[in-house]
Nanobody, 125 residues
Framework: VQLQASGGGLVQAGGFLRLSCVAS????????MDWYRQAPGKQREMIAT???????NYTDSVKGRFTISRDNAKNAVYLQMNSLEPEDTAVYYC????????????????????WGQGTQVTVSS
């Protein structure tokens, strides 16, 4: 099972970006999906999370500007980022805490603590 993130880039302050993350493999179910970010010299922080049935939560710094969503049929999670600020500059990572997948005929397995490769978001002032 792999997570592939995309959608980062360079944008001016006040602009917007939409990040996508798709899980691949013989996936049967994904539990919570999250977006983290890590700015230079800082620790990685969770900024948004969504449960399998769509309940969301955000860190205070992005509330009202970012929206997390998911498409369970596509095994995907998205992050719509509006009103971007230079302080949002970071590498953004998608994460899934538990993925249930088929690893063979009539064999189900779980992968825990799954991370995407990161996508750079740079906001210029």
């Amino acid at each position: 099972v792999q997570l592939q993130a995309s959608g980062g880039g360079l944008v001016q302050a006040g602009g917007f970006l939409r990040l996508s993350c798709v899980a691949s493999g013989n996936i049967l179910m994904i539990n919570n999906m999250d977006w983290y970010r890590q700015a230079p010299g800082k620790q990685r922080e969770m900024i948004a999370t969504i449960t399998s049935d769509g309940i969301t939560n955000y860190t205070d710094s992005v509330k009202g500007r970012f929206t997390i969503s998911r498409d369970n049929a596509k095994n995907a999670v998205y992050l719509q980022m509006n009103s971007l600020e230079p302080e949002d500059t970071a590498v953004y990572y998608c994460h899934a805490d538990a993925i249930k997948y088929s690893s063979g005929p009539n064999v189900k397995s779980y992968g825990f603590d799954n991370w995407g490769q990161g996508t750079q978001v740079t906001v210029s002032s």
